[in-house]
């Protein structure tokens, strides 16, 4: 069933069909919406690779969104516990844990987990956060705590510091609807345990059996429930059609994908197979690089099916932070997907 574009995406389309642009604008395509779920502000992420972050959240809030329930979570309060945690892993393995904030989408959740969540409105981060020179001086303090008499105590005390002058003093309570929570209990009221699932495709494990993915930012080594491609992608088209937002994790390096032109495509016209996914993947061809919310599908004027992906980079782009990736772009280069139970 076809639904109204919502406004953040009809002035993106609005001003592509004004007049002629100027030479350094990208061109615009124009895409007919098939569905479109509600979904919060886009957000701007910064320097950081906290994609994971912000796209597992966005998931969340839009999930919400469809039984009423509005709200905004904050990507900035997972940040800090992600970093603290790195940095007590760097210090565990005796400096050999390589600290970042590179993640994937099934970490945000047990990251909610262990530490809890906060509204948005109650702690993002200041525009000057620098996430990679906060990952730098963790790195230094993990070394040389190791040194110190109170070892990972003095750890995390000089960690605290940092990340409060860095980030802000976190708040111990989360006030909303005139309710109380600590933010413990604020992350169980909008997120069950188990309450979502992740899904890959690849052949190298078998399909009906949970693994861990073997790329570099799965960190914590989340378990992936391995499908078919084809019900991968029924998956998420039937998510999205009965109004369940999708978690994408994928490759976004190939020519194809242009963040500012708003558009992900295949450069080659061949179907994308299981076996051949699997041969990129297997000759690292399609890699984990960046993780968006999926709210929606469309198609061009040849009626190829697109996929409208939530970024966060901002709105600084043809569709207001929206990018449409292809059916066969989705086919060849997802890595994993996060969803609702309720929508499988």
């Known amino acids: 069933m076809r639904k109204a574009i919502p406004i953040a995406l009809a002035v993106a389309f609005l001003f592509a069909c004004q007049g002629e642009k100027s030479s350094s604008e990208p061109p615009v395509r124009h895409f007919h919406t098939d569905v479109m779920l509600p979904f919060t502000p886009v957000k701007e992420q910064g320097e950081g690779d906290a994609c994971w972050i912000y796209a597992m959240l966005a998931t969340i809030e839009s999930e919400h969104l469809r039984y009423g329930d509005s709200i905004n979570l904050s990507p900035t309060f997972l940040c800090r516990h992600a970093l603290a945690e790195q940095a007590r892993r760097r210090y565990a393995t005796n400096g050999k844990h390589h600290l970042s904030l590179r993640g994937m989408a099934p970490m945000a ?24 020179g906060l990952s730098t001086q963790l790195t230094r303090m993990a070394d040389s705590s190791r040194a110190h008499l109170k070892g990972v105590a003095h750890l995390d005390q000089q960690a605290s510091r940092l990340l409060d002058d860095a980030m802000g003093f976190t708040p111990s309570w989360v006030f909303m609807l005139g ?13 069950k345990k188990d309450e979502y699932v992740a899904l890959t495709s690849f052949t190298h494990h078998p399909f009906g059996e949970k693994f861990a993915l073997e790329v570099p930012d799965n960190q914590y080594h989340c378990q992936f429930l391995n499908i078919p491609l084809d019900s991968l992608m029924g998956c998420i088209t039937r998510a999205l059609s009965h109004g369940h937002p999708v978690c994408w994790e994928g490759d976004i ?14 450069n080659s016209n061949a179907h994308v197979t299981q076996k051949s996914r699997q041969r990129d993947f297997d000759h690292l061809r399609t890699t984990d690089d960046h993780c968006m919310e999926m709210v929606g599908i469309a198609h061009d004027e040849h009626q ?32 994993c997907i996060v969803l609702s139970k309720d929508a499988i």
């Open 109 to 132: 959740l047990q990251l909610m987990e262990s530490h809890g969540a906060m509204p948005y409105n109650s702690y993002h981060r200041a525009e000057n956060v620098d996430y990679k």
């Open 179 to 191: 309710c109380q929570y600590t933010p413990m209990e604020f992350a169980r009221s909008i997120c």
């Open 253 to 266: 390096t190939e020519p194809g994908f242009d963040a500012e032109k708003g558009t992900g495509e295949l």
């Open 304 to 335: 190829q099916r697109y996929f409208i992906c939530k970024n966060s980079w901002g709105k600084n782009n043809a569709y207001a932070g929206f990018i449409f990736l292809s059916e066969e772009y989705v086919r060849a280069k997802t890595i």
